[in-house]
């Protein structure tokens, strides 16, 4: 497993475990084959109701918690100083766990203008050592700006939707330039068309690889976290085995020329779902 060295110093994962969309009783034995398949990395939030499953998981697997990197996040309807605090010893007690790794603000909700306040009981939750890391989700440069200029810590990630046929190259290059790195979510274009594209088909015939691996390792190329998620034990293994193979120069070329702005989540100025 390759790592990626954080802002703070930490070091986190470069591929890691994603579990949107999964029931809490489906979370349990999909963390448990991820940490068997050796990801040590998993990203749930409040919003997707399986902190708990992914805490029995963590539990039973018997993974020393030092190995361990878990991510989670801050959900719309908790923005506000005093709100988050509460929601994150919420999280840490669905979890279980006495600390998070990472801990994120899920979306910047434009208009309800309180990203600050939360980002700001981030810091503190950081600086009382319950999160050995704070970042963000889904924030445009305009957010990044403001936060850049309002608060102290920089964001350790800004986790976005990302896949080669949605590359937001512009976003990776400002926050390459401030030390933040780029998260991929829905790096398989959550299982859609990208899988599908002729282009990485040959290439994965090339390397005997499949298009996810393809996909993934690309990802890892371009200095990038990824979070595959899938409940498919075979594919949660699949998934894992992209470092034993390097994509050329060509080929990576021939993935950056895919983009298509393709985006499909939300737009983050528009996304104020509570
Ligand atoms: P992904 O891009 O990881 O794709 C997941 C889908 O692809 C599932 O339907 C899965 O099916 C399928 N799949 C997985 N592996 C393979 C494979 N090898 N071959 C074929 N199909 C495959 O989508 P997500 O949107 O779930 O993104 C990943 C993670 O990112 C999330 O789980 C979440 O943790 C995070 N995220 C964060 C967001 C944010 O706002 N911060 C928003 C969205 C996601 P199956 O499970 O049936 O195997």
Redesign the pocket.
């Known amino acids: 497993m390759e790592s990626i060295t954080l802002n703070n110093g930490l070091k986190m994962p470069q591929l890691g475990f994603?579990?949107?969309?999964?029931p809490d009783e489906e979370a349990t034995p999909a963390v448990k084959k991820a940490l068997e398949a050796g990801y040590r990395s998993i990203?749930?939030?409040m919003i997707?109701k399986n902190e708990v499953g992914v805490g029995k998981a963590l539990k039973e697997s018997g993974v020393p918690r030092e190995e361990l990197f878990i991510t989670t996040?801050v959900w719309n309807s908790d923005h506000g100083y005093d709100n988050a605090l509460k929601a994150f010893d919420a999280s840490l007690d669905r979890l279980g766990l006495d600390y998070v790794d990472l801990y994120?603000v899920?979306?910047p909700t434009p208009k309800f203008d309180q990203y600050i306040d939360t980002y700001k009981a981030l810091e503190k939750i950081y600086q009382d050592g319950r999160a050995k890391a704070i970042g963000v989700?889904?924030f445009d440069i305009e957010h990044l700006e403001r936060l850049l200029s309002e608060c102290e810590v920089v964001p350790v990630v800004n986790?976005?939707?990302r896949?080669p046929y949605f590359q937001q190259q512009k976003l990776h290059d400002y926050c390459k330039k401030h030390n933040i790195v780029l998260e991929a979510?829905?790096?398989?274009?959550?299982?859609k068309d990208v899988?599908n594209d002729q282009t990485i088909k040959a290439i994965a015939e090339k390397y005997r690889k499949?298009?996810?691996?393809v996909i993934l390792r690309w990802h890892l190329q371009t200095g990038v976290i990824a979070?595959?998620?899938?409940?498919?034990p075979s594919?949660?293994e699949?998934?894992f085995h992209v470092f034993d193979f390097e994509l050329t120069a060509e080929d990576m070329e021939k993935i950056a020329a895919l983009d298509k702005n393709l985006r499909i989540?939300a737009v983050p100025n528009e996304f104020h779902m509570r």
């Open positions: 994603g579990v949107w969309q999964v990203d749930t939030a997707y996040k994120l899920h979306w989700c889904n986790q976005v939707e896949h979510y829905s790096p398989l274009m959550n299982g899988l499949t298009p996810a691996q979070i595959p998620k899938s409940v498919t594919r949660i699949e998934n989540g």
